[in-house]
């Protein structure tokens, strides 16, 4: 069970939504926040694994929190987010339908899972809970998931492959193969901030991870307070206590016309105790290096409007800026609270632009196919030609269901691989159509023609972007041990990612068909 971290005499969590569920995990196992990627599929894997996306760049497997539950398909909300863990030194993302926010919870609110239902009457099992969340006058309740085993569950071959084989995108602690303890592995490093994003009338903001308390939904009851300025909306009751309520949209005289059915109170932190921030609704939570968070431009600082921001990070490198606001200076001006505070803020550590990823220096040549809507890749060297497209393959007899038969090329019989049923991707039942083609690929004296829907050309890639796969299941370690990423303006995210394929493990063929059936 993964431990949960106290904090301030309570326990702080990420409260979410699949299906009908209410689910929850510790607020230090969670990275950031983010909304779902492209992906790129990845074949071999467990039913749940949606894909794999660059993500800082690593790359991350994507897993549907719907399939792992039981819960069907369904098309994807508007509000649905990905939760970015950590497991055995790389990232993992978890699919989620909703964010409900952040919330801190006390001991007597943490009970033991057995026998709570899911909501939908079927018992969740209990070995991928670390306990639940009970519920009160005050506050929902939530099944608390435990990451470890939801994680491990997905991909069962994990521990066994990583101790030989660098592992899931590398391991730790010396690919030992065990798994080190979610709450160590979520660390974010000294170089890095997490940021709680919101929005108010259309614009970002943001406040360090550590300032705020909690999140949650702006209640049908705010008591007014006579004759104060605008942006002082009320008071609300939080655990007993009172929360003074400030509008964000009206503290920075923004426009006040925006929507009001997905607003949220952010509980601040601030030398004056705990404020609710009212937003119009709570974005991501953000990893981002300090040095991607700049100051605010001398010409703009010398405004008082500018007294509360700390600084303006730049994110995904795609002209997208997030005002981060200072918990600190926030009020100061005592425009807000009316009292003021003489301490300075503590803001936040500013460094110099990080580093750009150098494309210099060694590249490794490959052939680029297309299959499935994905892009795969095999080394130069190994590709001795590429055909059209066989008619009418012989048949060969006992041979496995991914050989679709022999053709002869220039003498030598050729066996012809069809990648899809290696893959075990869905069968186009045209055939592939014109631009199917036949990759020649040969180890020795060994030869085999890969049957693929496309071409996509030779591409020299730099080293620096070629990285371990994550393992998923043991055919895929076997066939898929790397992957490159590159920058592309054409695709959808901005970025491109060729899956590497082991052409001696492609003319294995028996040791792939045992492989297979274990599959």
Known sequence: MAAIVRQDGARPFVTFGVGDMALA????????????????????GPPSLEGLARHRGEVMPVISLRRILGLPDAEREAGARVLVARHRGQPVGLVADRINGLASVGDDRIVAAEGVANGTGAAIDE???AGAIRATDGGEGALILD???VVERQFADLGRIAGRAGGFGGGIGGGSGEAAPIGRDAAVSVDEVRLVVFAAAGQEFALPVEHVQEIGPVPNLVTRVPRARAHLLGMMTLRDALLPLVGLRELFGLDETGEETGRRVVVVRTDEGLVGVVVDGVREILRTPHGRIDPVPPLLAREAEFEDVSGIARVDGNGRLVSVLSAAR??????????????????????????????QGRTEPFVVFRLAGAEYGLPVAAVREVLRRPDAPTPLPNAPDFVRGVVTLRGAVLPVIDQRRLLRLPEVATGGGERARVVVIAAGEALAGLLVDGMAGIVRVPESRIETAPVVSQAQHRLIRRVATLDDPGAPDGRRMILLMDPGELLDMDQLAALLVAA
């Open 25 to 44: 995990v510790p607020l230090a196992e969670v990275l950031e926040i983010l909304r779902p990627p492209e992906v790129v599929r990845i074949p071999l």
């Open 127 to 129: 070995a991928l809970l």
């Open 147 to 149: 990451i470890g085993p």
């Open 330 to 359: 926030l009020f100061r001006r005592g425009a807000a609270l009316g009292t003021g505070t003489n301490g300075e803020g503590a803001g936040m550590v500013v460094g110099d632009e990080a580093a750009g990823l150098t494309t």
